[in-house]
């Protein structure tokens, strides 16, 4: 939609109100799986606007229902986790024209611009005359969080879900299609002993580096781009111990499902062939991302082209969508339409010396602003 001047003059009578905001909630450490303070932050900062009805559910999502529920649903998110584990006051420096914290883009800044948009609608009393909105600061997208956030909503609302937009990362790329993963953690034992006294005795360093030198071997299926990796390993005693035990973090991914599903028989096919040789062998799933279901390609081909417009319109560029691992995973593999964007530029994400440009947080807004108050459809205040 065309943002009208009347709408302009109020993000532009609101950038420092904005800002003043990204600083604060930059600094509030949030880890997935432990996200309550900002959730806590986010859902009393709403209801100070004037928004009713916000709510936090029970997987510390933030949702700020926009007219009834009841029937077809808009969903715009954007997640409240960081990668970071700190849970004192994250860093924050401000200069050369940049805010440097670590999560100030990855994704607190698409935070602040979806707030400031629910913002203009508490206050201006603003609700769709067919169908509702759901404005969710959601938890639980990075890493282990297991996209827990974006599964609730799913669960709770999916059958009337019709489009799907998550703010997440830059403005110069977009995701329309899901790349999904499997992560596992490997665990081998053995009987170990004296590294003197028990030489000979099976080592679980040793087949645990046997497992991985065995996992590297595989070419990955051909078809969409298929990836794997092993992240952590630790285990043993001491220099002088044979290791009873040891263990490994290890992921796939794939961009298609039935590449996924052979990586998945590979490793069960290698932890068979390590537990055949007698020695221990667990595996635990802790984290599963699904690749895209059966989208319709026009529906999903419309709010990419909106995406594109909004993005030319305020950054005055043009973007490139790629398939990703994001909260739009979960509607994607329901079949309902859904893509990713981001309302800033910036660079350094998922590093503690992370930044955000700060002239481009006032177009980014403009491109939240243009995308949630365009979703609202004909619209009329509250009475």
Same mark, same amino acid.
Do not use: W
């Given at each position: 939609m065309s943002l009208s001047p009347s709408i302009l003059e109020y993000i532009e009578q609101h950038r420092q109100e904005a800002l003043d905001l990204l600083l604060n909630l930059a600094r509030i450490p949030a880890p997935s799986n432990h996200e309550e303070r900002r959730a806590a932050f986010c859902k009393l900062w709403l209801?100070?606007?004037? @928004?009713?009805?916000?709510?936090?559910?029970?997987?510390?999502?933030? !949702?700020?229902?926009v007219g009834g529920t009841d029937g077809p649903l808009t969903v715009f998110m954007a997640h409240s986790d960081v990668v970071f584990p700190d849970t004192e006051a994250l860093p924050l420096v401000v200069e050369g024209g940049r805010i440097q914290c670590p999560g100030v883009g990855d994704d607190t800044a698409n935070v602040v611009a979806l707030l400031m948009a629910a913002k203009y609608i508490a206050e201006h009393r603003l609700c769709p005359q067919e169908g509702g909105l759901l404005l969710v600061i959601n938890s639980g997208e990075e890493g282990l969080g297991n996209l827990r956030g974006s599964r609730r909503i799913m669960d709770t609302f999916g059958d009337r879900v019709r489009a799907f937009f998550s703010f997440d990362g830059t403005c110069s790329g977009g995701v329309n299609a899901a790349v999904g993963s499997r992560r596992y953690r490997v665990e081998i034992t053995t009987e170990g002993g004296h590294s003197y006294a028990k030489f000979g005795n099976r080592n679980a360093i040793a087949y645990l580096a046997s497992l991985i030198d065995t996992l590297y071997t595989m070419k990955v299926p051909e078809g969409g781009r298929t990836t794997y990796n092993v992240g952590t390993i630790s285990g043993g005693t001491s220099v002088n111990t044979i290791a009873q035990q040891a263990e490994m973090l290890y992921e796939f991914r794939s961009d298609d499902r039935d590449s996924l599903a052979i990586m998945e028989r590979h490793l069960h096919a290698a *932890?068979?062939?390590?537990?055949?040789?007698?020695?221990?062998?667990? @595996?635990?799933?802790?984290?599963?991302?699904?690749?895209?279901?059966?989208?319709?390609?026009? @529906?999903?081909? =419309?709010?990419?082209?909106? =995406?594109?417009?909004? %993005?030319?319109?305020?950054?005055? =560029?043009? !973007?490139?969508?790629? #398939?990703?691992?994001?909260?739009?995973?979960? #509607?994607?593999?329901?079949?309902?339409?859904? %893509?990713? !964007?981001?309302?800033?530029?910036? &660079?350094?994400?998922?590093?503690?010396?992370?930044?955000?440009? !700060?002239?481009?947080?006032? #177009?980014? *807004?403009?491109?939240?602003?243009? *995308? %949630?108050?365009?979703?609202? &459809?004909? =619209?009329? #205040?509250r009475k």
């Open positions: 209801e100070k606007q004037g @928004a009713q009805g916000v709510y936090i559910d029970e997987a510390l999502n933030v !949702i700020y229902p *932890l068979d062939f390590y537990r055949a040789k007698g020695v221990g062998v667990t @595996a635990e799933l802790i984290g599963d991302r699904p690749c895209s279901g059966d989208v319709d390609p026009a @529906a999903e081909q =419309a709010l990419m082209d909106r =995406a594109a417009a909004a %993005v030319r319109e305020h950054f005055g =560029a043009e !973007i490139t969508f790629s #398939p990703g691992s994001t909260d739009c995973n979960v #509607p994607l593999s329901l079949g309902i339409p859904a %893509v990713c !964007i981001g309302c800033y530029e910036g &660079g350094g994400a998922h590093t503690r010396e992370e930044y955000v440009e !700060i002239d481009s947080l006032l #177009p980014g *807004l403009r491109l939240a602003f243009d *995308l %949630v108050l365009g979703s609202l &459809g004909p =619209a009329e #205040p």
